[in-house]
């Protein structure tokens, strides 16, 4: 199994990326995917999901709506897409697969991508 992350980069606060995670090892169109962050000197926290179907998203307060989840089963990959991003969003980004949106438990983890969002 793996999960390959991708897409980060420095940007300036307001600006916006698009985030990738390319799934093998496991039938990725089963799986509901999730994105995680981690910002230095902090725990990790969950930034949103998506199910399985593609039809339902969840997201973390703090997205207010400026992120959004998006997968391509023909692909095996599930993007991130990050708006008016701000300096508080720098952190490393990670991907995991699990059986539901809604749940905390994660199956599969993947590395992660740095997220530096400069003011």
């Known amino acids: 199994v793996q999960l390959q992350a991708s897409g980060g980069g420095l940007v300036q606060a307001g600006g916006s990326l698009r985030l990738s995670c390319a799934a093998s090892?496991?039938?990725?169109?089963?799986?509901?995917m999730g994105w995680f962050r981690q910002a230095p000197g902090k725990e990790r926290e969950f930034v949103g999901s998506?199910?399985?179907?593609?039809?339902?998203?969840y997201y973390a307060d703090f997205v207010e709506g400026r992120f959004a989840i998006f997968r391509d089963d023909a692909e095996n990959t599930v993007y991130l897409h990050l708006n008016t991003l701000k300096p508080e969003d720098t952190a490393v980004y990670y991907c995991?697969?699990?059986?539901?949106?809604?749940?905390?438990?994660?199956?599969?983890w993947g590395q992660g991508t740095l997220v530096t969002v400069s003011s």
């Open positions: 995991a697969a699990g059986p539901n949106y809604r749940s905390e438990e994660y199956q599969y």
């Open positions: 090892g496991f039938t990725f169109s089963n799986y509901a």
């Open positions: 998506i199910s399985w179907s593609g039809n339902r998203q």
